[in-house]
């Protein structure tokens, strides 16, 4: 039906030019004036999803999940707010250690909406505002740690940006699940001075293992050189052996004294005995 058809059945039935035809006009604007109606009342909300209504400008009520009926122009959803779990990737660049190191880090936040009504209330932009709490929270831990601390122990760094960053989320409704830092990068000047101090720190362990293991020789030494002292005839049975193992690989030559040959001869030190 166009508009001039429409406007002149209105003209029509405000003059009761006929009836039947009126009834069944009136009948069929109500019918798509209460569908309307319906169809902008009913709302779905998902499993993971509330919705916040407003009702002429103050907080109805928060719905969902499922079906529900708002009334229209009375009540206005100001927010849908997503309860799962959320991830905001955040960065801190040419960041100062407290030894004053300068280092790029990235970390990752797991974050989720636990109190829909204070996020869509308390603040204008969640997603936003906890991408900038947890840079700036991620500087501050930087400025407050040593680079060999930030490098070698991320766990307790980690667990310091969940707690700080938490805190600061927690009065928008937001809880901070976890918080892991992904990479730290360093200078290359101060990376190669870094790999020749470890390589130095590992050779002096080296060293000292090796002075150990000297030491606890020489004692073995010693004390073997007693018991040989007191029986002989383990002594010629170790010499022995030693030779044995040093022969038993093909082709070896093997130049010994005749003193040492005759010293293994039983007679000569049975005779001693």
Do not use: C
Not at 50 to 67: D, H, T
Not at 186 to 205: N, T, Y
């Amino acid at each position: 039906m166009n508009p001039v058809t429409l406007v002149l059945t209105f003209i029509f039935v405000g003059t009761g030019m006929y009836s039947l035809e009126a009834i069944d006009f009136r009948l069929g604007i109500a019918l798509i004036v209460f569908g309307l109606f319906i169809a902008l009342s009913l709302k779905m909300a998902n499993q993971w999803e509330r919705f916040v209504i407003l009702r002429l400008g103050k907080l109805q009520s928060v719905k969902g999940p499922g079906l529900f009926m708002i009334i229209p122009v009375i009540d206005a959803v100001t927010t849908v707010i997503d309860q799962r779990i959320q991830t905001t990737a955040f960065s801190a660049e040419q960041a100062l250690t407290r030894d004053t190191v300068p280092v790029n880090v990235d970390a990752i936040i797991f974050w989720q909406v636990h109190d829909s009504q204070a996020a869509a209330l308390n603040i204008t932009n969640y997603r936003e505002a906890i991408d900038r709490v947890a840079q700036t929270t991620l500087r501050e831990t930087i400025g407050a740690s040593m680079l060999a601390a930030l490098l070698s122990d991320r766990e307790a760094a980690d667990t310091h940006l969940r707690d700080s960053i938490g805190k600061k989320t927690a009065e928008w409704g937001i809880m901070v699940r976890s918080v892991e830092i992904r990479d730290v990068a360093i200078p290359v000047a101060l990376q190669d001075a870094m790999s020749r101090q470890a390589q130095a720190e590992r050779e002096k362990q080296a060293r000292v293992i090796l002075g150990s293991a000297e030491a606890e020789i020489a004692t073995k030494f010693v004390e073997a050189a007693a018991t040989y002292a007191d029986h002989p005839a383990a002594l010629h049975l170790r010499a022995m052996n030693i030779i044995y193992e040093t022969t038993k690989e093909r082709g070896a030559t093997i130049l010994m004294p005749t003193a040492m040959v005759d010293s293994l001869n039983p007679a000569s030190w049975l005779g001693k005995k």
